[in-house]
């Protein structure tokens, strides 16, 4: 079983130019968990709360400011495996960078 959150929204400072993290700018977070039965049988206590992986999403972005998507990225997908447990992990976060033209840049991190 997969739990995913997809399009999470959390503002932080992060960014390699002052006006990044001055003024901040909205980060949108997909994470797919491979959690094997967790939850099939219903079990609350057992199950994966996703709850509590947007929250610690929040609470790392909130943490400290990052200049580099690629270490806020490896920073959160490191602790989100650590705390909980999936068999797998797939995180990206995305932001769209000013004047370059896109619709946004991303970062992938996968955890076996």
């Given at each position: ?34 959690v ?69 840049s ?7």
């Open positions: 079983m997969i739990i995913e959150l997809h399009g999470l929204e959390v503002f932080g400072y992060h960014g390699a130019y002052e006006e990044e993290q001055r003024n901040g700018q909205l980060f949108l977070w997909d994470v797919q968990l491979e094997g039965d967790r939850g099939a049988d219903d079990d609350l206590e057992r199950a994966l709360d996703y709850t509590h992986v947007a929250a610690k999403i929040r609470e790392l972005s909130d943490a400290r400011r990052f200049n580099l998507l690629e270490a806020l990225a490896t920073t959160v997908a490191d602790a989100l495996y650590a705390q909980f447990e999936p068999q797998q992990l797939k995180l990206r976060v995305r932001k769209q960078p000013a004047g370059l033209g896109v619709e946004h991303a970062v992938i991190v996968r955890r076996p």
